[in-house]
């Protein structure tokens, strides 16, 4: 029995919710038929699904036509209980290609997770007892054979419950919800519950199911319950919040910030016409629109595409084949692949003619040598690099680079920066078999809990709660009970879990009026001069970052609740938000300057709060255009603001005029005539009889058919009665 599935939970298996048609239990619920989804957009697909009370899951997949559904299950046309699940799989545009890794032997739980945030999984459960329940058995395409970024991976898995593809459906009536939904998921069927009042039963208590207990259902099949009582309170709606400017930034960054707010990313790409590549030239909704944390953000990352007359070539040094001659397809070139068994990892380039930076005329060739890999009987070696002071994502990039396949993974670091890496598996230097899974290391973080106000055991409780080693300070002996007075680190900032924070704390009577402390004025100061100030006077804070991310900048705060001066008890948490400036010692964005002119350039950086080293190279060309051919450091990189960027430039010489071809009049009314110059940008001037324009023929044109002239001359013609 093979399912797609779409999401994998870190139970043993997450079985497909079967098509079944709503049985007596619900004899008076409607069912509902499927509609055909096939051949739409995933949006029309999921607002048709939505129409009818259906519950969409869009699955991504390589290789169908991109933006229209492929397929769908259950099939149109099947009838099924309101609330069911249809899997809809739809093709995207992106083509990136993997290496398959090595699944076979572990387990579904394990390994389903890392593999659903690249592949579709296609998972055929097998019947057999010879071994773990979940451990997969075959899968296709083989380990290292080539697979397309969210390609179909097809997967057969070890299960001992199916009993040759059914389940025993367990007797669940007299339970409560909660041990009958349990009792279901074990046994890999799905629960699907209405609630109704039952005199005969108490509340919470399972009044019928459907199937009865000892019917067999396939795996993944569902079973109805009628529980006693009235549904459970929905949640309380999350509140809207503004939704971040993600414009511009670089598609990884835009990721990480979109994700870390609470929001799912989802991307498209288009060629960006002049828009930095690889950064985000759109987003749906826009900056500001009101957005419920956990929303999705549509984001549009702009492709390099072909510019007017000439390209400057990227360094396509490290990238995949397929990768490469993508990017000098978007660029309008041409290319010539050569394969070389050299040292360097299987199927990635190793060098290219022109070299990078090169302007070239659209069509003009590029000459890309690809390796085929070195080492015994042919099969490539890959040298392990170091990763460690690494940030996660530099690693990853670095393991793609080398022809590895990354693995992060989080565990117990106390005291170390977050997002950096502090440990590798293998070693640097080891070598490797091409497309091996090399693993990384990064602290797990915890947030600390605000401790200003509480207790000495009560803040204890808090931070080993949190997962942290608590450091009290403060006097052995006193009257009263004891109060935390400031906290080493800030409340609500990630740390390493199991890191040593400090609180100190104090003896303090009871009785009297509460005491009362005034809020600082914060804005305009630093972050770390707010916190500074708030700790002070034994308040704590809550930081919300708003604006771009930007490595190593200077911070300004530009809100505060509660307003400076305001008076509120000890351990109040003062929201502080803040963004992040350029200035003095702070960074910028190198700009994008192929292309340009030379005072283009130099607008375009002091805009970036840079100066330009412009340097020439060829010889002079009077009265020629200064065009810039290559900068250092490259677009997109972060500098300290005000260095000096190189700036590499030619001269050229204009372009020739603009001329126009002179059309064919002759034998053309005059309405026609006039209609056709209009058109070319050109004037007419008509000598001859007068009347009806679409009555009065050319019989002579000066200038004459096909000369070249100015735009906006005149053309002058004689014009006679039609006969």
């Known amino acids: 029995m093979r399912r797609l599935l779409p999401l994998l939970v870190l139970t043993l298996l997450?079985?497909?919710?079967?098509?079944w048609t709503a049985p007596a239990?619900?004899?008076d619920a409607e069912p509902i038929a499927v509609p055909d989804v096939v051949g739409r957009t995933p949006e029309e697909a999921r607002q048709a699904l939505e129409a009818v009370g259906l519950t969409p899951l869009l699955v991504a997949v390589a290789g169908p036509p991109a933006g229209r559904?492929?397929?769908?299950?259950?099939?149109?046309?099947?009838?099924?209980a309101a609330g069911v699940q249809v899997v809809v799989r739809y093709g995207i545009a992106l083509r990136l290609e993997t290496r398959a890794p090595e699944v076979r032997g572990r387990l579904l739980s394990d390994v389903g997770p890392d593999l659903e945030g690249?592949?579709?999984?296609?998972v055929e459960l097998v019947s057999a007892a010879d071994g773990p329940d979940g451990q997969i058995l075959e899968q296709s395409p083989a380990a290292g054979a080539t697979l397309w970024y969210r390609g179909v991976l097809e997967l057969k898995v070890r299960c001992l419950h199916c009993h040759a593809g059914t389940v025993v459906v367990p007797a669940l009536v007299g339970r409560t919800e909660a041990d009958a939904r349990e009792l279901l998921t074990s046994a890999g069927l799905q629960p699907i519950v209405d609630y109704r009042p039952e005199p005969s039963q108490p509340a919470g208590l399972v009044a019928a199911q459907d199937p009865r207990s000892g019917a067999e259902l396939l795996y993944g099949g569902t079973v109805y319950l009628r529980v006693s009582g009235t549904p459970p309170p929905a949640p309380p709606e999350a509140l809207a919040v503004p939704a971040p400017r993600l414009l511009g930034l670089d598609m990884n960054v835009a990721l990480s910030s979109a994700q870390a707010q609470g929001f799912v990313p989802q991307l498209s790409f288009q060629v960006g016409g002049g828009v930095t590549p690889w950064t985000v030239m759109l987003q749906e909704p826009v900056e500001g629109a009101p957005l419920v944390p956990g929303s999705r953000i549509s984001l549009v990352v702009a492709l390099p595409g072909p510019t007017p007359g000439h390209v400057a070539l990227p360094s396509l040094f490290g990238r995949a084949q397929n990768d490469a001659l993508q990017i000098l397809s978007?660029?309008?070139l041409s290319w010539k692949v050569e394969h070389r068994q050299v040292g360097f990892p299987a199927g990635l380039v190793f060098s290219q003619q022109p070299a990078p930076g090169a302007m070239l005329a659209r069509g003009a060739l590029v000459t890309l040598s690809?390796?085929?890999?070195?080492?015994?009987?042919?099969?490539p070696t890959v040298q392990m690099p170091a990763l460690v002071g690494l940030s996660a994502l530099q690693a990853f990039h670095k393991l793609v680079l080398a022809g590895l396949t990354p693995k992060g993974l989080?565990?117990?670091?106390?005291?170390h920066p977050l997002n950096v890496v502090d440990a590798q598996s293998p070693a640097p230097g080891a070598f490797l078999p091409a497309g091996s899974e090399a693993r990384y290391f990064v602290p797990t973080a915890a947030l600390v809990p605000a401790l200003l106000g509480h207790t000495r055991s009560q803040a204890i409780d808090l931070l080993q709660a949190a997962g942290f080693n608590a450091v009290p300070q403060g006097p052995a002996f006193g009257m009263g009970t004891t109060v935390v007075v400031a906290q080493?680190?800030?409340?609500?900032?990630?740390?390493?879990?199991?890191?040593?924070?400090?609180?100190?704390?104090?003896?303090?009577q009871g009785g009297g009026m509460p005491v009362k402390v005034q809020v600082p004025h914060l804005l305009g100061v630093t972050k770390q001069e707010a916190v500074a100030a708030l700790q002070q006077k034994g308040l704590g804070v809550d930081l919300d970052h708003q604006g771009p991310l930007v490595p190593g900048p200077g911070t300004k705060v530009v809100a505060q609740v509660p307003p400076g001066g305001a008076l509120v008890p000890p351990g109040t948490v003062v929201k502080v938000t803040y963004v992040e400036v350029a200035g003095p010692g702070g960074m910028t964005q190198v700009p994008a300057l192929g292309g340009k002119t030379l005072l283009q350039a130099q607008q375009a950086l002091a805009a970036a709060n840079l100066g330009i080293d412009p340097q020439q190279q060829g010889p002079n060309v009077p009265g020629g255009i200064k065009k810039v051919i290559g900068q250092q450091p490259a677009a997109g990189a972060f500098v300290a603001a005000g260095s000096l960027v190189k700036v590499i430039y030619v001269e050229q010489l204009p372009p020739p005029p603009q001329q126009v071809t002179v059309p064919t009049l002759t034998g053309k009314t005059k309405a026609q005539a006039q209609a056709m110059l209009t058109a070319l940008g050109l004037t007419s001037n008509f000598n001859g009889a007068g009347g009806n324009p679409t009555k009065l023929l050319v019989i002579l044109q000066a200038p004459g058919a096909g000369a070249q002239v100015a735009p906006g001359s005149q053309v002058t013609m004689v014009v006679v009665p039609k006969p």
């Open 118 to 122: 690249a592949y579709t999984l296609e």
């Open 14 to 19: 997450a079985g497909f919710v079967a098509a």
């Open 25 to 27: 239990l619900w004899a």
């Open 330 to 332: 978007a660029l309008g």
């Open 488 to 508: 080493g680190a800030p409340a609500n900032v990630a740390l390493a879990r199991g890191s040593s924070v400090a609180f100190v704390f104090k003896f303090q």
């Open 410 to 415: 989080q565990h117990l670091a106390p005291q």
């Open 69 to 80: 559904v492929e397929r769908q299950e259950p099939l149109a046309g099947a009838r099924v």
């Open 370 to 379: 690809i390796s085929r890999g070195a080492g015994p009987q042919g099969v």
